[in-house]
C-alpha cells in the first residue's frame, strides 16, 4: 500500500514547503510549552509570528478533501490525507508526523501499524498523552487498517479502555486490524505499547458507506 515516501517523490517546491514550515510551526509549540522564555523574547517571537501569518495570507484555500474526486479512493488523495490529518499530518501542525505500514495477517486481517512519540503538547496526566488524544489516535489507525483492506467505512461505536498511563516523550507502537466483515458492519481492535506494556486498547463497530454520496449529501446541508 502506498505511503507518505511514496509522494513524497512527486512533491512540488510549495509542497515541500509547507511540510517544512508544519515541522518548524511544530517546533515552536513544543518551546512554547518546554521552556521558559523571557518577556523579552516573547515579545520578538510575537512580532516574527506576525510577520509569518502576513507572509502566509493569500486567497482562500479549499479543504483538502473538498473536491468530489477525493472521495474516489485515488493514491493522490490518501497522500493528501496523511499530509493534513490532525493525528498525522505532514503539513498540518497539529499532527505529530507517523510513517504508517500496512499489511495483512496470517489470517487475512487487514491491518496497520506505526511508531510516534508526543511531546508537551499532547499532556493530559502526569507525563501522561491526554486521553482524548489516544482515543483519537486509536481511531485514526482504524482509518490506515481501512486503507489496508481496501474497505470504506465510517466510525459508529468506539470503545476505549486506559489500561496503563501512555507516556509522553517515549516511542509509542500502534496498530490496527480488522475482522472478516458481514455485511455493511466491520468490527476491529486497536492497540497502543509503550515497550511491551498495553496502555491502551479500543475496540470499534465501522459502517461501510458510499464516501462520494455521502460527501455530496452533506454539501447540501
Not at 516523550?169 to 468490527?187: I, M, N, Q, T, V
Not at 481492535?189 to 463497530?205: D, M, N, P, S, Y
Request: glycine fraction near 12%; aromatic fraction near 6%.
Amino acid at each position: 500500500m502506498p505511503t507518505p515516501s511514496h509522494h513524497r517523490q512527486g512533491d512540488t517546491h510549495s509542497s515541500a514547503l509547507k511540510r517544512r514550515l508544519g515541522d518548524e510551526l511544530r517546533a515552536v509549540i513544543d518551546v512554547l510549552l518546554t521552556e521558559e522564555a523571557p518577556a523579552q523574547g516573547l515579545e520578538h517571537a510575537l512580532r516574527l509570528m506576525a510577520d509569518a501569518r502576513a507572509a502566509l495570507a493569500g486567497p482562500p484555500a479549499p479543504a483538502y478533501n473538498a473536491s468530489p474526486e477525493y472521495w474516489g479512493g485515488s493514491d493522490k488523495s490518501w497522500g493528501s490525507y496523511l499530509e493534513m490529518t490532525m493525528f498525522g499530518g505532514g503539513i498540518n501542525p497539529l499532527g505529530m508526523p507517523m510513517e504508517p505500514h500496512y499489511g495483512h495477517d496470517d489470517q487475512g486481517r487487514p491491518f496497520a501499524e506505526g511508531t510516534v512519540r508526543l511531546g508537551r503538547p499532547y499532556l493530559g496526566g502526569p507525563d501522561m498523552v491526554h486521553g482524548g488524544y489516544v482515543a483519537g489516535l486509536l481511531d485514526h489507525m482504524f482509518g490506515l487498517a481501512l486503507h489496508a483492506g481496501p474497505l470504506v467505512a465510517v466510525t459508529a461505536t468506539l470503545t476505549v479502555r486506559y489500561l496503563s498511563p501512555t507516556p509522553i516523550d517515549r516511542d509509542l507502537s500502534l496498530r490496527a486490524w480488522f475482522e472478516p466483515g458481514e455485511g455493511r458492519r466491520l468490527r476491529g481492535r486497536a492497540t497502543c505499547h509503550h515497550g511491551e506494556v498495553l496502555t491502551a486498547e479500543a475496540e470499534g463497530l465501522f459502517l461501510r458507506v458510499d464516501m462520494l454520496e455521502m460527501a455530496e449529501r452533506n454539501a447540501r446541508i
